[in-house]
Nanobody, 114 residues
């Protein structure tokens, strides 16, 4: 069955960095565009970054210039490098395809606080 396992979250001070990973299994990873989403308390889940099958990225305005999405098809893994983190980036982060093809994983909590 399909599994999406997010990791790499944690508590970080404003201005800090984190690198999230999403290990995918159960489907042919390389033929799917992938995306990172986040959901803050009391808010709807939002797409923050997407990457095409050949590695072309696209970002939400709120993270553009600070976040970088990448993928390793050989490892069936998608990454999100997050720099210059701010308190408003606090959320649970999830991966999926840009059209939410699969069931959601457990997500990884990112908390930005001093």
């Amino acid at each position: 069955q399909v599994q999406l396992v997010e990791s790499g979250g944690g508590l970080v001070q404003p201005g800090g960095s984190l690198r999230l990973s999403c290990a995918a299994s159960g489907f042919i990873f390389g033929i799917y565009a992938m995306a990172w989403y986040r959901q803050a308390p009391g808010k709807e889940r939002e797409l923050v970054a997407r990457i095409s099958t050949y590695g072309s990225p696209n970002y939400a305005d709120s993270v553009k210039g600070r976040f970088t999405i990448s993928r390793d098809n050989a490892k069936s893994t998608v990454y999100l490098q997050m720099n210059s983190l701010a308190p408003e980036d606090t959320a649970v982060y999830y991966c999926n395809t840009p059209v939410q093809t699969w069931s959601w994983g457990q997500g990884t909590q990112v908390t930005v606080s001093s």
